[in-house]
């Protein structure tokens, strides 16, 4: 069994480093199907696609090559060229029989104000994605558990009168929905995302929006290819990025990072009985030295092994923003104490860490 070690470089195959960044998995007939950015040398902008690799044992990686290439001609298509491309996660639908594809979507020459989600579709989870489109999310919805006592809070709310950012009455603005009203129109804001099936087989688009102030969970259609429109926030001002979830014995637990670019800051947690809420904030999950900077990383994706019991795996990037494609990853085993996840460094660990603790 060979060994994972975080922080070092990973060869695929062709013995290459896997470049597969704010990368998602996908576990379908036995196989890994590990979704991440292309990166390349110079720059974060998407020049090449979305690439999958495949595994049978999470340590041997095929590169299964560029699953959605960014459009080289048409200058009218989302995803030109040059266009930013982020946190892709891919889920099968079992009703349709087709892989769904959400990321994060900016507009070439727009840096990071478009905030839109974009979807993408396949027969088979090694692609081809055919390209739907984007959206910002949730238009004209406001969240579904709104007080009526909220909506008349809400309702008073004037962008006007908060010119300034960060002031103590601004954040309480912000919490209250400041906004969500702004964008109510034309959908919310949708940065770093991730998508979850629960056990129901219903999706759900979790996404920092609000300017990145506020998580929202929004619930997906049948098809996988839409928003019902029925969404709540989570930790309003909060000011989380890098949502990953997983679920233990009924209990959904959510890792994030705080804002601050490509450098590493200290992860945050919560956990909820149910995906609307409501959600408790716990101490940062991760202990031991580095840990008030997630270890150098920032959370991407939360696997849980099938096969093994309460086998969960943190998968975190190592940010190289002046060199996009060097970016390593971090995936660390989950410990569970007294029920609650605590996420520990180790330099090399096999997966049957997860056997020991059976
Ligand atoms: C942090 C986010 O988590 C990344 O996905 C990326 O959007 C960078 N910010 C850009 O600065």
Known sequence: MKPIKSGELWLDDKGVHVNAHGGGMLVYDDTYYWYGENKCDS????????????????????????????????????IIQGCIMERPKVI????????????????????YSAAR???????????????????RPNAGKLPFDMTEEQKAVFDTLNLENFKEWWTPEWREAIAKGLFVKRDLEGGQMARD???????????????????????????????????????ARIA???????????????????????????????????????I?????????????????ITFGGQSTYVLNIPGKKDAYMFMADIWRPKHPSDARYIWLPVQFKEGTPVIEWMDSWTLDYFDKQE
């Not at 609307?276 to 008030?292: A, D, I, M, R």
């Open 117 to 135: 989600s974009a979807c993408a579709v396949s027969d088979s989870p090694v692609g081809p994605f055919q390209y739907i489109g984007s959206l």
């Open 43 to 78: 720059t974060s902008a998407a020049m090449v696609g979305i690439m999958c690799y495949s595994s049978r044992n999470l340590t041997d990686w095929k590169n299964e090559g560029v699953v959605l290439p960014v459009e080289m001609n048409d200058t009218t298509s989302d």
């Open 276 to 292: 609307w809420g409501p959600w408790t904030q716990h101490p940062n999950p991760c202990v031991g030295p580095k840990s008030e």
């Open 236 to 274: 309003p001002c909060g000011h989380n990025e890098a949502p990953a979830i997983f679920k233990k014995d009924g209990t959904y637990w959510l890792i994030t990072s705080g804002c601050t670019g490509w450098d590493p800051n200290e992860a945050r947690m919560f956990s909820a009985p149910s």
């Open 92 to 111: 099968y639908n079992e009703k349709t029989k087709k892989f769904v594809m959400w990321f994060h979507l900016e507009l070439k020459g727009k840096g």
């Open 193 to 231: 995302m991730q998508l979850f099936v629960d056990d129901d087989g219903k999706a759900y688009h979790i996404f920092s929006s609000e300017d990145n102030l506020t998580l929202h969970v929004a619930e997906l259609s049948d098809d996988y290819l839409s928003h019902t429109g029925k969404y």
